[in-house]
């Protein structure tokens, strides 16, 4: 089945410790995307890649990093300059273009806590 | 830069009643898409509806609805005969598109409740 994987889905950090999230894809997609998730705050964008080897900073990349080596993978660390990560991260994937279906596909999430 | 505002943080509705949920957005690009999702306590993001920026007709699904005016840049959606699973969060979202601009950015989210 296709579709995008985030792991763990819970993950608990202790200060001052860089903690990596995963997301893999298998819909072929190009366009991967970051977002934090915090009450009453939407969806913010923490980074976004369209090719591999590429990404841009989104509207709060402070603290993030992200690689893309494969084109199915977008790994995201959570550096311990990010002064309040505790928050629900999601991924997601769209295919580039026009097109009827074009659509973001997103994972199910990973709840990060600060301990 | 894109922005997406959802001026209605919550709203409730009785049972089969139709409700309207509000959405502006702020870009100086002419082709792009807006999508409606639905996160439900799960927190599943699941898209409810699609529109291009280049077609006038608005689209529908179903019982759901938009009313997509590109010149005002508002896109709202309207859920019609609301059901108890209705009830969720409502992210309105703006899609640019175009090789090197693909951005997804979305609305702070309305919370929808759907009374018995």
């Known amino acids: 089945d296709g579709g995008i994987t985030q792991s763990p889905k819970y993950l608990f950090r202790k200060e001052g410790q860089n903690v990596t999230l995963s997301c893999e894809q298998n819909l072929n997609h190009d366009a991967m995307y970051w977002y934090r998730q915090d009450p009453g705050q939407g969806l913010r964008l923490i980074y976004y890649?369209?090719?591999?080897?590429?990404?841009q900073k989104g509207d709060i990349a402070e603290g993030y990093s992200v690689s893309r080596e494969k084109k199915e993978s977008f790994p995201l660390t959570v550096t311990s300059a990010q002064k309040n990560p505790t928050a629900f991260y999601l991924c997601?994937?769209?295919?580039f273009g026009t097109g009827a279906n074009t659509e973001a596909f997103f994972g199910q999430g990973t709840r990060l806590t600060v301990v | 830069a894109q922005t997406v505002t959802q001026s209605q943080p919550e709203m409730s509705v009785q049972e089969a009643e139709t409700v309207t949920l509000s959405c502006t957005y702020d870009t100086s690009e002419n082709n792009y898409y807006l999508f409606w999702y639905k996160q439900p306590p799960s927190r599943q993001m699941i898209l409810v509806i699609r529109?291009?920026?280049?077609?006038?007709q608005n689209a529908t699904e179903n019982r759901f609805s938009v009313n997509f005016q590109k010149a005002a840049k508002s896109f709202s959606l309207k859920i019609s005969d609301s059901q108890l699973g209705d009830t969720a969060m409502y992210f309105c979202?703006?899609?640019?598109?175009?090789?090197?601009?693909?951005?997804?950015?979305f609305g702070t989210g309305t919370r929808l409740t759907i009374i018995p």
């Open positions: 890649s369209q090719i591999v080897n590429d990404f």
């Open positions: 979202a703006f899609m640019t598109i175009g090789f090197g601009n693909e951005k997804l950015t």
């Open positions: 997601a994937s769209s295919p």
């Open positions: 529109q291009e920026a280049y077609k006038q």
